[in-house]
């Protein structure tokens, strides 16, 4: 008896840390999009472009994944951005519920659903299979990465990227961690 109970526990374990990553994942992209969204006049056209750019990327690049775990075809990109750059306002929402379907996926798997392979096209044609969780985890990674190349930009221009790593956002989270 005491098996089934210690996998549930495992399972809760791992969607719980999943969930605690998209919970991170949706507060860092609320505080670069806003920051971004306010600094708008501090950087030049093209760069501030980019940085928009860059973080539709991995809009595009979780929309993509999701439609992965989903099992559904995803036909709405035919590559990793959209030739038109989405005005900020419009990008900081459909990030939000991406986050947001993100959270609520990861939070409600159990370690076998995890571990299940995942098969796939990429944009590109090519085939690609993956397991639940390592998806999740490219996902995270993925945008970690491009955040933090939109915060040079920022930077480049004289704005203080937002401190935006994990450990922040659990002190921020939980200020009691503080000692």
Do not use: C
Request: hydrophobic share 40%.
């Amino acid at each position: 008896m005491t098996a089934p109970a210690a996998d549930t526990a495992a399972a809760l374990a791992a969607s719980g840390t999943f969930a605690q990553l998209f919970q991170y994942k949706r507060w860092a992209n609320e505080e670069l999009l806003a920051l971004g969204e306010a600094s708008q006049a501090a950087l030049p056209s093209d760069d501030y472009r980019l940085f928009v750019r860059i973080l539709n990327h991995t809009y595009v690049v979780d929309q993509i994944f999701a439609a992965h775990l989903e099992g559904r075809m995803q036909t709405t990109y035919a590559a990793t951005n959209t030739e038109e750059t989405p005005a900020i306002d419009a990008l900081r929402q459909a990030i939000s519920a991406s986050d947001d379907w993100y959270l609520h996926y990861a939070s409600g798997l159990g370690d076998a659903q995890l571990a299940e392979r995942v098969t796939f096209r990429f944009t590109d044609g090519d085939t690609g299979s993956m397991s639940r969780s390592e998806i999740l985890n490219h996902v995270v990674v993925h945008g970690t990465y491009h955040r933090g190349a939109a915060g040079r930009i920022l930077a480049t221009h004289a704005v203080q990227p937002p401190r935006d790593s994990l450990t922040t956002f659990l002190h921020r989270l939980e200020p009691g961690r503080r000692w």
